[in-house]
Every structure is written in C-alpha cells, then in structure tokens.
C-alpha cells in the first residue's frame, strides 16, 4: 500500500493549522524535528509503520 | 510602563532579593521571572523571591550568566516584572520529567477554563525552564507540541559550567529534575525571535546510525561519524574537535537552520548537545556575525510589532562564550539598551523544539 502517509501529514496540516500559513509552518517543522520531513512523501510513498505509528500519537491529540 | 526589570550583584541571596525589591518597589508586580547565577542558594532565592513577591507568580531558574538591559552579568539576580497592564493570566507549573506530563496541563485547562488544544497560539504564550542537565528537553518539546497550537519558548538552567546540577524555580521552592511551565495571556501583542548566526554550507550529513535518547551519532552518510564529519570540513579528526563551536551542524527547514552543536567525539562517533535521529539529513553550518544578525533580527521584530516593550531572552552559552573570546560581551548587551530585558545563557534553547547555539526570544509590543 502507498499513501498513507502523505494523507495523514495533509490531514494534520489542516486540521491543526486550519488554514494559518504561519501554524502550518510550524507545524511542518515539529514533525520535521520529529523526524518526519513533509515534503517527502508523495501519494507513491511507501506506508512506512514506524512514520504512521508517530503519526497517529499526534492525530489522537486533536 | 508595564514591564519593569530589576537587578543585583550583590552576593547574598537575601541582599540580591531586598535589591531587587527596593527597584520595584512602586511597580504593582503580579508576575516576576527571575534568572540567578548558581552562585547562589537555590533555596533562599527562590523562597526570597516569592517572600519578596507575595502578590505575585514568581518563577525562574539557575543560570550560566545573565542579561539585563544593556548587559551581560554574572554572579547576579535578574528579573522582570508584569504588572496587570501587561499580563491579564498566569499560571505556574512544575512538570516532574519521571511523571506524566497531563497534569500540568490539565492545570492549565482549569485555569483558564480552555482546552489546551483550542487555545489560540496569538493570545497565549508558555515560558518553559528545564533541568540543563535532564537531557529530556526534547521529549517535553515534542510532547507539548503534540497537545497544542500555543508555543512554548525557553532555555534549559545552567549552573555557570560546572556541569553538576542545575534548578528551576516556582513560587518559592527548588527544583531539580523538572521543568516549570509558565502559561501566559498577555495583555499586550508579542512575538517571537529565533535567531543564530549561521550560514550553511552544501555538505549534507544524512544520520545512518544514532541513538537519540543519548545524543550520539555513530554513523552519517554510512561512514563513521567522526570521520565523515572531518570529511565535511576537509579537515583531521584532531582539527575537526576544534571546530565545533565554529562548524555545527542543523536541521534545516524552508532556509532556517535547527542547530544541533556538537559535544565531543566518542570512538569514533560524535556525541551533540541535542539529539538528532536516523534518517535526518542536516547541513554543515559556518559561523557568522552574533551582533550583525541578532540586531537584524531586533529591528525586523520591533518594526513588525511597532515597538517593543519587552524581551526575554534565553541565549546560548555556546554564543555567550563566542561572544566572550572575540571580546564583543559589552556590543551583545548593548543591543538591549534602549528596552527592559532579562535573559541568562542557557544549556539549550527551547522553541518549537530543543536546539543549540541560538537565542529565543519573547518580545512584548
């Protein structure tokens, strides 16, 4: 499978930021301090369990 | 004026708090931040501190060196105070780093009767002062940055370089092996300043091999970490150890470097004052002009804001010690003159997340 995680990241984005070029900035760059760097992944990506797993703790928080 | 500073050199901790509280003793002080050199007793500073205070929030943390308006100190006390023009809410918390972070928060919640999580980043800002010597920054950062949008700005205590045991402070008590959280809804706009003085170079170091919780890097780009290093800088091993504060390396996002400064070389890999993980690529950074680029950084704050009325700055040791052999202490703390500051040299910066060699600022308008 592939995607997922290109979808998550945008979801989180969204949701958090709500459309707040500033808030999306920052949150961009906590996940790339999480090692999770945004512009990486694509709709082709792997579904990487490890980066998913991170990604879910930070989606129950909203 | 709603923010006033205060400070003292005086060697007893009981004549450094009843100076301080002579210099603002006409101030309606319902809010005070204080940094102090370890030269004095964790103890007795804070207990004096919120004797002296007893209307107010006190809080506040050992040092490596202080800032005040228009100077670099040591061996001082000092603080900053808000009056109810300038802070309408504050509440003060101390996180213990082996317990569960909720509490804290929950806390924060009941006060101001707002999920963490719905609170907007514009009206509120958290302060938050860490054990130096924890090595759990970046867990905390992360996990507060996962619970909500409000950011959280700080350093990590220091106790002048002795490397043996730092402490925040809370309203009236010491502690070591915890963080203080302060949650603040101004009354006044504020912003941000994160700045360092780096330029980054095109060698890229990608982390194959690292273990984050102790801060070491075996491996970059699949090759020893002290060796790959050297390669970058085109130097020996030996040279290389006497480039870190010169050549850190960072994180960088959209042009603005996260430091990560070195701490020494272990075998053959590389031990950092932050932690980096695998798969991260980080550049090669290159010193530049401290004065030069935190003074551009001062102006574009101020002429965003329209004024400024207040700065905390929570500054890099590494930079303080930069600042120190190039004989430019006095230049660093002139850049402060014209606006109540306070700030200490940290043993890490907090902002978004933990970084190095950097100064975080608040800035009130």
Redesign the interface.
């Known amino acids: 499978m592939a995607g997922k995680i290109k979808q998550m990241i945008d979801t989180i984005i969204s949701q958090?930021a709500k459309d707040n070029a500033m808030?999306a900035?920052?949150?961009?760059?906590?996940l790339?301090?999480?090692?999770i760097?945004p512009g990486k992944f694509t709709p082709q990506s792997p579904d990487d369990p490890a980066v998913i797993g991170k990604l879910e703790?930070?989606m129950k928080?909203? | 004026m709603n923010i006033k500073t205060a400070f003292s050199v005086k060697p007893e901790p009981q004549e450094a708090v009843a100076d301080i509280q002579s210099q603002l003793k006409d101030f309606d002080t319902r809010l005070i931040i204080f940094f102090a050199s370890s030269s004095f007793s964790p103890d007795l500073i804070a207990l004096g501190m919120e004797e002296a205070f007893p209307c107010a929030e006190t809080f506040g943390c050992s040092t490596a060196g202080e800032i005040v308006t228009g100077k670099m100190l040591t061996k001082s006390v000092v603080a900053m105070a808000f009056n109810k023009k300038s802070i309408k809410k504050a509440k003060v918390e101390v996180m213990d780093l082996d317990k569960e972070s909720k509490r804290v928060f929950n806390s924060f919640q009941r006060h101001f009767n707002k999920p963490m999580?719905k609170m907007s980043?514009k009206k509120y800002l958290g302060i938050i002062l860490v054990d130096g010597l924890c090595c759990k920054e970046?867990l905390i950062?992360?996990k507060i940055?996962?619970?909500t949008?409000v950011?959280f700005i700080g350093g990590s205590a220091g106790d002048d370089l002795k490397f043996e045991k730092t402490h925040v402070y809370a309203n009236g008590k010491s502690y070591s092996n915890a963080a203080v959280l302060a949650l603040l809804e101004p009354a006044t706009e504020f912003s941000f300043i994160k700045t360092q003085s780096f330029c980054q170079l095109p060698k890229k170091l990608e982390v194959t091999k690292a273990n984050e919780f102790t801060r070491e890097v075996f491996e970059f780009n699949g090759k020893p970490a002290a060796v790959a290093y050297a390669e970058a800088l085109g130097v020996s091993i030996e040279e290389a150890k006497k480039r870190f504060m010169h050549n850190p390396i960072g994180?960088v996002?959209?042009d603005?470097p996260?430091v990560r400064s070195p701490q020494q070389v272990k075998g053959d890999g590389m031990v950092f004052y932050c932690s980096v993980?695998?798969?991260?690529?980080l550049s090669l950074l290159e010193s530049t002009d401290i004065i030069a680029s935190t003074k551009k950084s001062l102006d574009e704050a101020e002429a965003a804001l329209g004024g400024i009325s207040g700065i905390v700055n929570f500054n890099c040791i590494l930079r303080t010690l930069e600042l120190g052999q190039k004989g430019l202490s006095d230049s660093y703390g002139k850049l402060f003159d014209k606006t109540p500051t306070v700030g200490f040299s940290t043993y890490g910066e907090q902002y978004?997340?933990h970084i190095n060699q950097t100064a975080t600022m608040i800035v009130f308008k």
């Open positions: 958090r808030l900035g920052v949150i961009k760059t906590k790339m301090l999480k090692g760097d703790i930070l928080e909203l | 999580a980043p970046e950062m992360d940055g996962d619970l949008n950011t994180l996002f959209e603005e996260f993980k695998e798969g991260m690529e978004i997340g």
